[in-house]
């Protein structure tokens, strides 16, 4: 499982997408940095894939931590740490869930590429351009889910209103929690 993460990321070069020439795209993309997330999405794979593999096959959850072990020596990371080392914010919403009902409206016509209401479970060919990119990076980036890219789910609906609407997210605690589930 850790090899598909590895390989079914998406990274963003920040400096490279802020600066196309397309002003929804770099609209998008805009969000994405005033989120938070850009830390987190902005980093380059350093890591070895075996040692990331290593990682994952020997973690387990205690103490609210991350344990394990690469190469015999003994790792654990904290919340505050993992939330620190990403640059990620820590204040905010905790509970997706509880994203603006406003902005959910705003957001199924806005994401829209017919400029009529979408479900908030969709298909990804409904969506603008963009937000079929944010789709994806929400999808292999954030949330880490299997299975098919092309159905928009709640949950990322979700995510994508709350970074395109501005509303502040503990993306610290939120990646984190994931993090344990891997």
């Not at 394990?68 to 509970?95: C, M, N, W, Y």
Request: glycine fraction near 6%; proline fraction near 1%; hydrophobic fraction near 45%.
């Amino acid at each position: 499982m850790a090899s598909s993460l590895v390989s079914n990321t998406n990274q963003v070069h920040f400096a490279s997408v802020l600066a196309m020439d397309n002003s929804e795209m770099v609209s998008m993309f805009e969000a994405l940095v005033s989120s938070g997330l850009n830390g987190f999405l902005g980093c380059m794979s350093e890591i070895s894939e075996t040692a990331l593999i290593e990682f994952y096959e020997n973690a387990s959850v205690r103490d609210d931590k991350v344990v394990s072990t690469v190469q015999g020596k003994l790792l654990e990371i904290s919340e505050e740490v993992f939330a620190r080392t990403f640059q990620l914010p820590v204040e905010g919403l905790i509970d997706i869930s509880e994203v603006p009902k406003d902005l959910i409206f705003d957001a199924r016509t806005e994401f829209s590429l017919t400029g009529e209401q979408l479900t908030t479970s969709c298909k990804k060919r409904e969506l603008k351009i963009e937000y079929r990119l944010l789709n994806d990076i929400v999808a292999k980036s954030i949330t880490v889910k299997a299975g098919s890219f092309d159905a928009v789910t709640h949950e990322r609906f979700l995510l994508m209103t709350a970074i395109f609407g501005g509303v502040s997210v503990n993306w610290g605690r939120f990646l984190f929690k994931i993090s344990r589930i891997w």
